[in-house]
């Protein structure tokens, strides 16, 4: 029911949310002429165990932060979409080990995906929102963003690094946790990469920090960092179930409230660290 305690949160995630990417051998992938692109082997079989890993936000709040030593003292970094760290150090450090990026941002002209040297850092990693409970070759046929021919185009102007996709029934599976743990019915469309990228670092790393997901006494109507952009929506969500996951990730915290106010800072335990 809604009011599941953390301990019950984190165990249903660790049990029913499969943190997996596509390999070659998985249908429709298997019978396409370019399989030989995607990584053999899943991501967390590549990568990890990681000791402490920092998941960063793209939140207006981290600016003026000052995060960034302590934010580049973890083991492995995780940053999001065009989410940059050159002219912002101070705030959001300087390591990036992986970058989270949605489908839209692979298509979109202003991203300049393809070219910008922004992406060239760390292991990527694409997600794309799949339809519900579809098969992959349903998915593979109408992706909402052209999220496969931009994976070809980049894998073979970038070939030396590493570059993988979120299987999508990771999306929907997250999905259904947070569905299963509110009152009300939300919207169905998939967890945003702030979500997703909190899941994943919890498969890799024994202790994992987010920061700026819910917001400092920094919290402001800048959407990013990065950005001259104000808009409420950006922290609160509208297309993604973001203040539910906001919700979801509060009862699972395993550090002080004080973390949050003054660093935005939530601690979550990895799932090879604790039994159900
Ligand atoms: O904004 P976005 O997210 O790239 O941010 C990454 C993650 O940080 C968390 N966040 C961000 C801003 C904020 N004020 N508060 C936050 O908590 C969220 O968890 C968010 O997921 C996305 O999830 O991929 C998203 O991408 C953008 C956009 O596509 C990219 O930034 C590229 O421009 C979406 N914006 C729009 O489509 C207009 C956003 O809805 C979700």
Redesign the pocket.
Known sequence: GPKRSGPELLCQLKEKVEVTTLTPELKPFSSLPWLSLLPPRPLTSDLGPFKSCAVV?????LKHSGLGKEIDTHDAVLR????PTSGYEKDVGTKTTLR???S??MA?D??RFLSSSLYSAGILVAWDPAPYSSDLAEWYNRTDYPIFQQYQKYRRLHPQQPFYILHPRMEWQLWDRIQENMAEPIQRNPP??????TVLMMSLCEVVHVY??L?SRRKTE???YYQRFYDA???L????P?LY??NLVKRMNLGPDRDIYTHGRVTLPGFNTFNC
């Open positions: 936000s793209s939140a207006g709040s999001f979409n065009s989410a989270l990026i949605n839209q941002v979109s202003d991203h945003s990469s702030g979500l997703l990228g700026e997901f917001p800048l959407c990013h929506a950006c922290t969500g509208a297309y993604h973001l996951e906001k």
